[in-house]
């Protein structure tokens, strides 16, 4: 008896739902346009990135809506309405219209999913591999969690009025504050941290996570487990607090279930911004969306790396990866559903491989402080990768994951020998020759009075004027048996100087009397070949990282044009170059 | 061993905060009976239906429905009633008969749904959404509802409120039908001819208390035994009354004399000698009424106000 009364009840509530215009509207409809619109006029179609946000951001808006509107506004009015108190006289109690509720908003969720993936995949061409049965786990706990919550609401309101305020108050700063509408490394520190206890951001996290990073359900299981305790903690306290007549109020005290029902959230959060655990997951969802974005480089005169010119091209990148080359004229970048960067006069080239750093220096106990800007630093100069040398604290591998994973924006870390790396620049430092201090190669990135206080420094270093003669003579030496060594800047030795120093290095090596050409071949394709990354890295070729430089001018004329960089681009992502400059100086380097 | 009552109530109060909407109630309900609780809105009738029906918790008294504590077995005792409830509402898009079989299946024992529409002659509505209904359609509904599972004691509570006469009459024929189906029928309404047209008896309640408890005529009789004529003249009356009236019948007149009522236990004899003392005096009548008192003047008579107020 009990079940057929179960059974009838969530069969007439799954009809009258989809009877109903306005749950049609908001579950499918408004998404819809959100969806359209974000597709069509914000780029979603040209990144996976922002294509898997705009699903999160129209799956979330249904979940929110589905719970507080659908669930808890709908309750309240039926009550109002005086419907409820007719069943009130059936011998059944309130657990199958609520639970009834919990059913009618999954079912009617459910679809809303499918359609948006179908519409991503169909009409825009998002190609990101996708982990559907965990996706549909997170978002049926999530919508099962968030239309419990809204039962909660009907539970202590005393009327439609006061539902819908509840409703409203939690609606937005859930929707405002999760990272759906709006991303989240835009708020200040303290907005992010108290993002991470509203049960929204969890559900966002987790959908991102999966959509964009493959993750799994079980990867999500802390927001997975608060979300089914806070369903469980809704069903329990709903039932308990249900009402069948408008005529029964709740007393004001009441109202702090819903904070009960918050628990699991708050506890789970606390634990978050504690282990710092989302902060990290927010900035790595925010990098993969930047390296999923489609480029289309045009008209670029292109170095491929190995030595081979093509003197007017065009590359496509997709997530992250050379989609394509091709030789002369390209497609329209809508065409092939991308980004257009325009390159004419420009230099494509691979991104430079410094073979030779030590982020660690020998002795150290622990890991410099800086260590995040001093990876920038190598990005802002169009560095792709480095070779570092292994430190005994793993700390280069440690780095070398939290770029991988894009919690730290730098150059791809690759693993390097225990040889002390031959460099001019370096040598050039050691004999007190401090032009690079005075170039506006260093300028552009380091703060003046750090640069006065290096040259200051270098005022009472002692000098051995020889070095530097020997080091030149030594590469001309390797050069004339052609064993050319991988370049490296060693960061200018005691300066310091990550990034620029490697720009310096090329430079003196054409001083020496290396052609330009075969200077890049060693800073890219051959770089990459001997640090055993040949096959993926340092060449403008098809299946490539998109780990690439666009310089102005021909740097085949002159090196220096290296330093005159237009865009740098790792791993797909296009470097913000003026960003990470401002805030190296910021932090007094 | 006496037939058990279908209800019996008896010291039944219920205090909401400070106010005592039921003073100590005591009555019983027969099986098969139709019975009636009459009585302005506010006299507490609906308290006290709902207490029947397990919705409410009683303060003080003994209640038993169908042999159940409807605190204590609700459940057992909603399954086993039927109940129309005053003011209620169903999702403005059920149909007729998805309501009809979304409320079978709450209880243990249902009738056939097709059925019980057709007797209700609600088939022809089968289909349609509930908010296209009319009021007599929507009343006939909530009946429906209220037999779907072949209930042993229905409760009405106000099931004319607020419908048209012609409306009312068919609802009254309805009811009409469950006597003779047997069932045991407790009727809440405010409608004087209601009471006195469906019920086998009634108890007349007041601010919380049974004033009255009786069959409709018996009532009539017990608190008023008499009835009143009533004459209307085209000139004044004489001045001396007759010798026979000068006791067992009460008089008094209005409109300057051309208006008379007179009380008495034997109204008929009381016209017999009306008509010859005013022939006598060659006043003309222009109208003439004997009048039962109704449960209005009943009710009247005993809290001092009028039902419909």
């Given at each position: 008896?009990?079940?057929r ?20 509207f ?21 990144s ?8 999160s951001m ?5 979940v ?6 659908g ?6 009015m039926?009550r ?15 657990a ?6 919990l ?69 937005m700063p ?13 708020f ?32 999500n299981r802390?927001?997975?487990g ?32 819903l ?13 978050e911004?504690?282990r ?24 670029a ?24 080359v091709?030789r ?8 092939v ?38 990876l ?11 070779q570092a ?11 070398r994951?939290?770029?991988d ?30 032009a ?6 260093a ?12 040259a200051?420094t ?6 051995s ?8 003579a030594?590469?001309?030496e ?10 490296s800047g060693?960061a200018?030795g ?60 021909d740097?085949?004329?002159d090196?220096?044009s ?12 296009r ?9 190296n100086?910021?932090s007094?380097? | ?23 100590g109630?005591?009555?019983?309900v ?10 302005p809105?506010?006299a507490?009738k609906?308290?006290?239906?709902e ?6 918790q009683?303060s ?17 005792v909603?399954?086993r ?17 998805e309501?009809a ?7 243990t ?9 057709r007797?209700?002659?609600?088939w ?14 929507k ?5 429906a ?8 004691l ?29 069932k ?23 601010e919380?208390?049974i004033?009255a ?36 019948v ?19 004899r009381?016209?017999?000698e ?27 008579e ?8």
């Amino acid at each position: 008896m009990r079940l057929r009364a179960y059974g009838a009840y969530i069969k007439i509530t799954l009809k009258l739902t989809l009877r109903d215009r306005v749950v049609l509207f908001f579950n499918y409809l408004m998404p819809l346009l959100f969806f359209i619109a974000f597709g069509e006029g914000l780029g979603a179609a040209t990144s996976s990135g922002a294509m898997s946000q705009t699903v999160s951001m129209v799956l979330m808006f249904g979940v929110l809506g589905t719970g507080f509107f659908g669930g808890g506004i709908r309750a309240t009015m039926d009550r109002e309405a005086g419907i409820l108190r007719r069943f009130k006289v059936a011998p059944i109690s309130p657990a199958p219209l609520l639970v009834a509720s919990l059913v009618t908003g999954w079912a009617v969720f459910l679809p809303s999913v499918f359609l948006f993936l179908s519409l991503a995949r169909w009409r825009y061409g998002w190609d990101q591999p996708l982990n559907l049965a965990s996706l549909l786990i997170v978002t049926s706990v999530g919508v099962l969690a968030f239309r419990s919550m809204g039962l909660i609401i009907a539970s202590v309101v005393n009327s439609m009025q006061e539902s819908q305020i509840i409703a409203q108050l939690l609606y937005m700063p859930m929707l405002l504050l999760s990272g759906a509408a709006v991303p989240l490394h835009i708020f200040p520190e303290w907005l992010q941290k108290l993002a991470q206890f509203l049960p929204a951001t969890h559900l966002y996290l987790g959908t991102q996570g999966i959509l964009v990073r493959g993750e799994t359900a079980w990867d999500n299981r802390a927001a997975v487990g608060s979300m089914l305790l806070a369903m469980a903690a809704g069903l329990v306290i709903s039932i308990k607090l249900f009402r069948w007549e408008k005529d029964e109020k709740v007393k004001p005290a009441a109202k702090l279930w819903l904070a009960g029902i918050m628990l699991p959230f708050v506890l789970i959060g606390a634990w978050e911004v504690h282990r710092g655990g989302n902060e990290r997951k927010m900035r790595i969802l925010e990098r993969q969306t930047r390296r999923s974005q489609s480029w289309l480089i045009r008209d670029a005169r292109i170095f491929e790396g190995g030595g081979e010119w093509i003197e007017r091209g065009a590359v496509l990148i997709r997530n992250g990866k050379i989609e394509r080359v091709y030789r002369g004229a390209a497609p329209e970048p809508k065409e092939v559903r991308a980004e257009g960067i325009e390159a004419g006069g420009r230099t494509l080239l691979p991104a430079l491989i410094d073979s030779g750093v030590v982020l660690m220096r020998p002795g150290a106990k622990e890991p410099p402080q800086d260590l995040e800007s001093v990876l920038s630093g190598y990005v802002y100069w169009g560095v792709g990768a480095i070779q570092a040398l292994p430190d005994p604290l793993g700390v280069a591998e440690q780095y070398r994951k939290k770029v991988d994973e894009g919690e730290v924006i730098g150059p791809e870390i690759l693993p390097g020998a225990w040889v002390p790396p031959f460099s001019l620049a370096a040598a050039e430092a050691e004999a007190g020759e401090l032009a690079i201090l005075k170039q506006d190669l260093a300028r552009q990135f380091f703060s003046d009075g750090y640069l006065r206080a290096l040259a200051a420094t270098g005022e009472r270093r002692p000098r051995s004027p020889q070095a530097y003669a020997a080091a030149a003579a030594r590469l001309r030496e390797l050069w004339r048996r052609g064993e050319l060594p991988a370049p490296s800047g060693a960061a200018g030795g005691w300066l310091g100087l990550h990034g620029p120093a490697l720009l310096r290095e090329l430079e003196l090596w054409q001083k020496e009397g290396v052609p330009a050409a075969e200077i890049l071949r060693a800073a890219t394709a051959l770089a990459a070949a001997r640090a055993g990354a040949g096959a993926r890295l340092g060449r403008v070729k098809e299946g490539y990282e998109a780990t690439l430089l666009i310089v102005e001018g021909d740097p085949l004329e002159d090196v220096r044009s290296l330093g005159r960089i237009h865009t740098v681009l790792v791993r797909g992502e296009r470097v913000s170059r003026g960003e990470l400059a401002n805030q190296n100086k910021s932090s007094g380097k | 061993m006496a037939i058990p009552a279908a209800i019996h109530a008896s010291g039944l109060r219920k205090l909401y905060g400070d106010f005592e909407a039921v003073r100590g109630i005591d009555f019983e309900v027969a099986e098969g009976e139709i019975f009636g609780l009459l009585g302005p809105n506010g006299a507490g009738k609906t308290t006290t239906v709902e207490i029947l029906e397990g919705l409410r918790q009683r303060s003080a008294g003994e209640v038993s429905v169908l042999g159940c504590d409807p605190e204590k077995e609700t459940d057992a005792v909603k399954d086993r009633i039927g109940v129309a409830l005053q003011s209620t509402n169903l999702p403005d898009k059920i149909r007729v008969r998805e309501a009809a079989e979304l409320f079978a299946a709450f209880y243990t024992r249902s009738v056939d749904v097709d059925a019980l529409l057709r007797r209700l002659q609600l088939w022809e509505k089968r289909n349609a959404y509930y908010s296209t209904l009319s009021g007599g359609q929507k009343q006939r509904l909530a009946l429906a509802l209220a037999l779907v599972n072949d209930p042993e004691l229905v409760f009405l509570d106000e099931p004319t409120t607020g419908l048209d006469p012609q409306v009312r009459l068919e609802i009254h024929t309805l009811i009409g039908k469950l006597r003779e189906q047997r069932k045991t029928v407790l009727l809440t309404t405010h409608y004087i001819e209601e009471a006195e047209r469906l019920c086998d008896r009634v108890a007349i309640i007041d601010e919380g208390r049974i004033v009255a408890m009786g069959a409709p005529r018996e009532l009539q009789d017990r608190v008023l035994g008499h009835a009143r004529v009533e004459v209307k003249t085209a000139a004044p009356m004489p001045e001396e009354l007759p010798e026979a009236w000068r006791e067992g019948v009460a008089t008094s007149f209005s409109d300057g004399r051309k208006m008379l009522y007179a009380s008495a236990e034997k109204p008929a004899r009381v016209v017999v000698e009306l008509v010859k003392w005013l022939e006598a005096a060659g006043v003309e009548i222009e109208d003439l009424h004997i009048r039962r008192p109704t449960l209005e003047d009943v009710f009247l008579e005993l809290t001092g106000k009028s039902l419909r107020e």
